[in-house]
């Protein structure tokens, strides 16, 4: 069979289509939350209450305080390994509660 120049994949095509309906952030975030406790461990999921991803920013709940301080200090490492995770950048920054 011939590929013509105008000719794509199905995945490039259902790519595309999640970029122009901007789905492709809200897919990549339920990808990340559902990473969460392979990047942050057992102990810190555990502790965990809500996740929330807006316009960038993950927003993270927490019902310890011991927990929040240790991962405020790791936040940085926390955000580049679940972008790392994804493989593109979705989150610039973490709020801790």
Known sequence: MIKRESEKTLKAVI???LYAYGW???I???KLLEGWEK???RIIA???SDLVIRK???YVTLDSSVIRSELHQERTKVVKDLNKKLGRV???EMILF
């Open 39 to 41: 990047v942050v461990g």
């Open 56 to 58: 960038g920013v993950l």
């Open 90 to 92: 979705l989150i610039k």
């Open 15 to 17: 790519e595309e289509l």
């Open 28 to 30: 990549d975030g339920v």
């Open 46 to 48: 555990k502790h965990t």
């Open 24 to 26: 492709k952030d809200h």
